[in-house]
């Protein structure tokens, strides 16, 4: 039996879910990412699908951090990205937060000849843009917090053995930037689910490593 067979099976056990087949099925699709776990996260969708931003910063942020062309229009051009909503989506990190003084970047797969979806983010120090974190991942939930800056639901997308493993984790925000603090979720294509309460603390210390040994964490 191989190794990861044998992770298959005790992921199955930690999730309470039976391990009914594999898939190779890579896409990122909205319906893999509507996934939240309770009541008190806010469902976040992101289809790409807009033409204007709603704030006309948001365009400029875009230029300051050169990750786009303004004078292109083209919608479809991946490794010359136009400054639009196609490939970009901003979200507040903080309520009545200036957008220009910080924000969440999601970027659309293939953006730059990356393949998959990343969440970007930003604040502004001593007049400039830093990215504090970077995630291989996609947004799909926020969750108050106390800190004021929400907690964010990001499902990524790993690969063994061919097939994808798709994990739901929380980070949240400790000052300067977003930090792991728990694994939701652990799926293949047809096994796995929401891992069990007893077992959370363990999965978190593991899926942690997956995530920065795999670079989905930058």
């Known amino acids: 039996m191989s190794k990861f067979i044998t992770i298959k099976i005790s992921l199955a056990l930690i999730t309470g879910l039976f391990i009914a087949s594999c898939s190779n099925d890579e896409e990122d699709t909205p319906k893999q990412d509507k996934i939240v776990e309770s009541t008190d996260v806010k469902s976040i969708e ?36 136009s400054c639009t909503p196609r490939f970009f989506r901003f979200f507040p990190m903080k309520e009545k937060m200036p957008i220009e003084n910080g924000f969440l970047l999601q970027v659309k797969s293939k953006v730059s ?86 077992f959370k603390d363990s999965m978190s210390i593991e899926i942690e490593k997956v995530l920065n040994q795999t670079s989905m964490l930058f």
């Open 46 to 81: 992101t289809l790409f699908d807009s033409d204007v931003f709603p704030d006309p910063k948001m365009s400029e942020m875009l230029q300051e951090l050169n990750m786009c062309n303004v004078n292109s229009t083209d919608t479809l051009d991946y490794n010359n990205p």
């Open 113 to 198: 000849g990356f393949p998959l979806r990343r969440l970007l983010v930003f604040v502004r120090e001593r007049g400039q843009l830093v990215k504090v974190n970077g995630f291989v991942a996609n947004l799909i939930g926020q969750r108050k917090s106390e800190s004021g800056y929400d907690d964010l639901l990001l499902r990524f997308n790993g690969n063994e053995e061919g097939e994808s493993i798709f994990y739901n984790c929380y980070f949240s925000w400790n000052g300067s930037k977003y930090t792991f603090k728990s694994v939701e979720v652990i799926e293949g294509a047809n096994w796995g689910g929401p891992v069990k309460e007893a």
